[in-house]
């Protein structure tokens, strides 16, 4: 259960950039993973209340989008999709690919909320 | 990748961020800020102080990772006996519990420090700079960090370490390489331990595991190793005699700049 400690430094970064913006609260954030990560979105969802429990994102909506599995052959030069566990090449079959995408582990972004007499002041 | 020169957009992740993309959008009163940050950023500039630390030393650090009972602790003890006496060892154990591995160690005379994570399933890079400041690197030439015993977390955190090793046990069956990608994927050496089974278990195929690993892209090497009937023992010194050698060649032509300002007293947090 690593998607615990993965979610407090998702914490971190999400409330330090609220804290750098004077958000109020924060309503969503997107993180982009792949499944060669190494992460469950699931598990990372499941442990997002539990990190985010008295911070600024305590009501945000966590949105995790899914990388695809995408391989560049470097004999063929040919892109393909892949899957975790057969990163081969689909088009000429060879195994000496290199991963283009799948393995991300990424916050893409964060909305944030400001009340109207933050506005004003900023 | 880096969070700095744009190496970070993927053709996975690229349509999100062009105009029109979903992030591109903010709604009345909202504020969407883009930050295309690694989710492991802290960790990884952790690692990267570590691996300047080992740097600076001349250092060699080797991660090994693998299942619980796998037997790092047995190819360690056989590597400290098997190895050159002049090259200086020690060895950064974790475990949940126990001091075990760390005594294992201790009884060749050689330096072991045990991180007891409780009830955290890896070892990351703040507990290692933790570590560091036990140990004088000045006095060692290699450092094997043994990582917790589990083919998952261990995989997604750099420590700083110059090499990944991960150990597949013939009782373990040759198609674990499928099973754990991302471990796998992350190895630059493997080695197939507890070769002295293969007779025995002999479902389990060479062939077979290296197959596998060519299906997840992987080119690393494979040593069969017995830490038993020490088979397999010369091929793993011998690498790690190389690495040693392209450790000091690689920081000969590149050397250590080290740009951060705190001060590392060894014995002090």
Redesign the interface.
């Given at each position: 259960?690593?998607e615990l400690?993965?979610c407090q430094?998702?914490m971190?970064?999400v409330e330090a950039?609220a804290f750098e913006?004077n958000?109020q609260s924060v309503?969503n954030i997107?993180?982009?993973m792949?499944p060669?990560?190494?992460?469950d979105a699931q598990l990372l969802k499941n442990a997002y209340p539990i990190a985010s429990a008295g911070t600024v994102a305590q009501d945000a909506e966590l949105i995790i989008?899914t990388?695809?599995v995408?391989?560049k052959c470097n004999h063929c030069g040919c892109e393909s999709d892949a899957t975790?566990?057969?990163?081969?090449c689909k088009h000429c079959g060879d195994?000496?690919?290199?991963?283009?995408?799948?393995?991300?582990?990424?916050?893409?972004?964060?909305?944030?909320?400001?009340s109207q007499e933050t506005e004003a002041i900023h | 990748m880096c969070d700095t020169c744009g190496c970070n957009i993927t053709h996975g992740n690229e349509s999100l961020i062009r105009p029109g993309g979903k992030l591109e959008k903010t709604e009345n009163g909202k504020e969407a800020v883009s930050v295309l940050h690694n989710l492991l950023h802290e960790n990884d500039h952790t690692a990267l102080h570590n691996r300047e630390h080992f740097d600076s030393h001349n250092v060699l650090a080797i991660n090994l990772m693998s299942s619980p009972g796998a037997g790092k602790t047995s190819l360690l003890e056989a590597t400290i006996q098997q190895l050159d006496d002049n090259i200086r060892i020690a060895v950064i154990e974790g475990d949940l519990e126990t001091e075990n591995d760390a005594e294992r160690i201790r009884q060749y005379g050689v330096k072991a420090i045990q991180i007891a994570t409780g009830s955290a399933c890896h070892l990351d890079a703040h507990m290692i700079h933790q570590a560091l400041h036990n140990l004088d690197l000045a006095e060692f030439d290699i450092v094997f960090i043994e990582n917790i015993g589990n083919l998952v977390c261990p995989a997604s955190f750099d420590l700083g370490q110059h090499q990944n090793v991960v150990l597949l046990s013939v009782p373990e069956g040759d198609d674990k390489p499928a099973k754990y990608p991302v471990m796998f994927r992350s190895a630059d050496l493997v080695m197939i331990s507890k070769s002295d089974l293969l007779p025995i278990l002999d479902d389990f195929k060479i062939d077979k595991a290296k197959n596998y690993l060519q299906d997840i892209a992987s080119d690393a090497p494979i040593i069969e190793v017995s830490a038993k009937d020490k088979s397999g023992m010369s091929q793993w010194i011998d690498w790690i005699n190389q690495q040693i050698k392209a450790r000091k060649k690689y920081l000969e032509q590149h050397p250590v700049l080290h740009t951060h300002h705190h001060h590392h007293e060894y014995g002090t947090d």
């Open positions: 259960m690593h400690s993965i430094a998702l971190k970064q950039v913006h958000a309503a997107v993180v982009t792949g060669l990560s190494g992460v989008e990388s695809p995408r391989v975790p566990n057969k990163l081969i195994w000496h690919t290199t991963l283009l995408s799948g393995d991300e582990l990424m916050l893409m972004s964060v909305e944030l909320e400001k | -």
